[in-house]
C-alpha cells in the first residue's frame, strides 16, 4: 500500500459469457413404420434457457428421403430437407417426413444422427436416429389371369394342300416333300429316307408320283396343332393292312396300338385312334401288308366325327409382381374352381422331369413358381392341359390364387373363377378380383384392393385402407344397370378408384366428371354414386355405400351440411377418395 494506506490498483480483464456454459441436448428417436408408409420424425431436445433454436442434420440417411414438407407423392408443394439446412424449432421440436425408398423393407433400421442448437449457438452431441420400415408383402399386379383355350376341331383333307407350308429335300418347290404343314397347324413327317406325296381325292401316301402308296414297312408321324385323346383316321385301300399306332400323351408315356382293317379293295376305312391320356403327336407304321398288296393312302384325320369320351383344354396362368427388387417371395400358386362333380385332371407338358403341378386332391393343384416363364415382367405357364370327364362350361375361367411373402408378412391375391362366388383376403395386403358373375368380396385386415369386376357384388374392405376398383367392361347396359355394394366404406381410410372405367366410357376431361357421376341417396337413406355411360347420359352402373348416407360423407370431409352434392362429389375427387 502507499503511505496514505492504499493498495496499488490491479488491472482485472473479464469475459462476458452469452450463455450458461451448457450446451443443449438431442432425443434419441426408435420409429417404425411400414413399407411404402411415410412417417413423421419429430426432432426435439432440451435447453436448461429453454431458448433451443434449430436442429440440423449433417448427412441425410439412406433408403429414403426426407421432408420439410410433404404432401403426397409427386406433389408439387412437396420440400425436400437438405443436409446441412437449419431446421426452426418451435417449443423445442420440429417435424419432418420421412419417405422411404418404394418397396423399401430391412430387418436393419435405417439411422442418421441431428444436433440441436440453442439461441447462443451452443451445438448438442449428436442424437441417433433409428427408423425400422417393416416388410409388407405387396399384391401381385393386375395381370393376374387364368384361363383356358377352347377345344381346337382337327379336320385335314389330306389331299388338299392349299395354304399348307411344304418342305423338300432340296428347297425347290418341285423338290422331294420332306414334311407337310397343313393350315390348322398339323404337321407330317415321313421315316427317315422317305418322301410324301399328295393327290387330291386319294390322300397322302409315301413316295413319289406313280408309286406313293403306304406299304408294310412304311411309317408316319404326325404333330397335332392341340392335345385330344381321339382322333378318327380314314385311309382307302387299306383292306387288311395292319398297323402298329403309337400316341404320345402329355405326360411323357406312350401307348400303342395294333389294328388290322377290314373291308373292301379301294374302299374307305376309318379307325379311332384313342389314348387315356391327351397326345398331340401320333405315329403308325405297317407291319402287315393289304389285300393285294397295292398299299394305301391316308385321306384324312379329324376329331369332328368321333364321340367324345373326355375333353381337353389347354390352360394358361399369368401374373407379374408389383415389388421387382427381389424381396418378394412366391410362396405357393394355386388353380381351384372347377365345377362340382367334374372329374378333372390337369398335366404339364414340358416333359422336363420335373413335377411342376400337384393334385392336392381337394379340387386345388398347385403349380411351382419355378414353373412360369418370365417375359417383360409377366410370369406365364402356358403347357397346361386340363382333361375333364365332361364339357367345361361355355367361358368357364378356373380361380387362381397366389400367396406372397415378405419376410414374416403375406399376401393374397385372388383371380375368381366363373364357378367361385366368394373370395376371402387374409391378414395382409390383399388383392381380390371377381369374375363375371355376382360375387362376395371380404378383404379382411390389411390394405386390400377389391375389383368386383361384371355383375352385381357385394364388397366388405375390412380394417385397414381399402381400395374399391372399377374396370372398363364392369358395367351393366342402360337397361340392366350393373349395382355393386360396399358395407363398410370410410372417408378416412378409403378409397373408390373409377379411373379406368370413366377412361373407357370416353371421358378424357376431368372438367366434365360431373357429367359422368352423380351422388344421392336411395329410400334406405345409402349414398348412391351413379355412373353414367356419356356425358349427360344413362346410368349403367351404381355403387352403393351402404353404411353411410350424403350427410355423413359431408360430415367425414368437414363440408358444411348445406354444401351441394357436387360439391361432396369434388371434395372426393380432391381428397383422393374418388380417383377419376
Known amino acids: 500500500d502507499d503511505s496514505n494506506g492504499h493498495t496499488t490498483p490491479v488491472a482485472v480483464d473479464l469475459t ?73 424449432a418451435t417449443s423445442g421440436q420440429a417435424d419432418l417426413v420421412f419417405v422411404p425408398n418404394e418397396n423399401f423393407g430391412s430387418n436393419t433400421a435405417i439411422t442418421f444422427n441431428y444436433t440441436a442448437t440453442d439461441a447462443e449457438n451452443g451445438v448438442s452431441e449428436p442424437a441417433l436416429v433409428e427408423i425400422t420400415v417393416e416388410r409388407v408383402a405387396d399384391t401381385v399386379g393386375d395381370s393376374l389371369d387364368a384361363y383356358i383355350g377352347e377345344e381346337t376341331v382337327v379336320s385335314v383333307d389330306l389331299g388338299n394342300t392349299d395354304n399348307a407350308i411344304i418342305t423338300t429335300a432340296d428347297g425347290t418347290s418341285n423338290g422331294e416333300v ?106 403308325f407304321e405297317v407291319i402287315g401288308q393289304s389285300q393285294g398288296g397295292n398299299g394305301s393312302t391316308l385321306v384324312s384325320i379329324g376329331t369332328d366325327s368321333v364321340t367324345q369320351t373326355s375333353y381337353v383344354y389347354p390352360l394358361t396362368a399369368q401374373y407379374d409382381l408389383i415389388d421387382m427388387d427381389g424381396s418378394e417371395l412366391i410362396s405357393e400358386i394355386t388353380i381351384s374352381g372347377f365345377p362340382a362333380g367334374t372329374d378333372i385332371l390337369i398335366y404339364e407338358a414340358d416333359n422336363d422331369g420335373v413335377t411342376e403341378v400337384t393334385d392336392n386332391g381337394d379340387g386345388t393343384w398347385t403349380i411351382l413358381p419355378s414353373a412360369f416363364t418370365e417375359v417383360n415382367g409377366v410370369y406365364t405357364i402356358n403347357d397346361l392341359v386340363i382333361q375333364s370327364a365332361s364339357p367345361l362350361p361355355d367361358g368357364f375361367k378356373p380361380q387362381l390364387e397366389i400367396t406372397l411373402s415378405d419376410g414374416i408378412d403375406t399376401s393374397i391375391s385372388i383371380q375368381g373363377g366363373t ?21 362376395i368380396l371380404s378383404g379382411g385386415v390389411g390394405d386390400d384392393i ?131
Open 419 to 439: 364357378e367361385v362366388t366368394e373370395l376371402v383376403g387374409g391378414d395382409g395386403n390383399d388383392l381380390l378380383i371377381g369374375s363375371d358373375i355376382d360375387n
Open 178 to 283: 420332306t414334311s407337310i404343314e397343313y393350315s390348322d397347324g398339323t404337321i407330317i413327317t415321313p421315316e427317315s429316307g422317305t418322301y410324301l406325296y399328295t393327290s387330291t381325292g386319294q390322300g397322302l401316301g409315301i413316295g413319289t408320283n406313280g408309286d406313293f402308296r403306304i406299304n408294310e414297312g412304311d411309317a408316319l408321324n404326325v404333330d397335332l396343332p392341340t392335345y385330344l385323346t381321339e382322333i378318327a383316321l380314314v385311309f382307302k385301300n387299306a383292306s387288311g393292312q395292319t398297323f402298329t399306332f403309337t400316341t404320345m400323351n402329355v405326360d411323357g408315356s406312350q401307348s400303342v396300338i395294333e389294328y388290322t382293317f377290314s373291308g373292301g379293295a379301294n374302299s374307305l376305312s376309318s379307325f379311332t385312334l384313342s389314348s387315356d391320356i391327351p397326345f398331340n403327336e401320333f405315329s
Open 16 to 88: 462476458e459469457l452469452d450463455w450458461n456454459g451448457t450446451p443443449p441436448t438431442a432425443d434419441d428417436k426408435n420409429l417404425n413404420t411400414k413399407e411404402d408408409t411415410p412417417i413423421i420424425v419429430t426432432l426435439s431436445g432440451n435447453d436448461i434457457d429453454g431458448d433451443l433454436a434449430s436442429f440440423k442434420i449433417a448427412m441425410l440417411p439412406d433408403n429414403g428421403i426426407l421432408y420439410r414438407v410433404y404432401e403426397g407423392p409427386g406433389d408439387p408443394a412437396n420440400e425436400i430437407y437438405v443436409a446441412g439446412e437449419s431446421i426452426t
Open 450 to 580: 377389391l375389383i368386383g369386376g361384371a355383375g352385381n357384388d357385394i364388397m366388405t374392405g375390412g380394417a385397414g385402407s381399402d381400395s374399391f376398383v372399377w374396370n372398363g367392361g364392369d358395367q351393366g347396359t342402360t337397361t340392366i344397370v350393373a349395382q355393386d355394394h360396399i358395407t363398410d366404406f370410410t372417408v378416412a381410410d378409403d378409397s373408390l378408384d373409377l379411373s379406368d372405367l370413366l377412361d373407357s366410357l370416353g371421358m378424357t376431361d376431368v372438367g366434365v366428371v360431373e357429367s359422368y357421376l352423380s351422388l344421392a341417396d336411395n329410400g334406405s337413406n345409402q349414398a348412391v354414386l351413379s355412373v353414367k355411360d356419356s356425358v349427360n347420359g344413362s346410368v349403367v352402373q351404381e355403387i352403393v355405400l351402404d353404411n353411410v348416407n350424403i350427410q355423413g360423407l359431408k360430415t367425414d370431409l368437414s363440408l358444411d351440411p348445406g354444401a351441394t352434392n357436387t360439391d361432396l362429389l369434388n371434395q372426393l375427387i380432391d381428397q383422393s377418395k374418388l380417383i377419376v
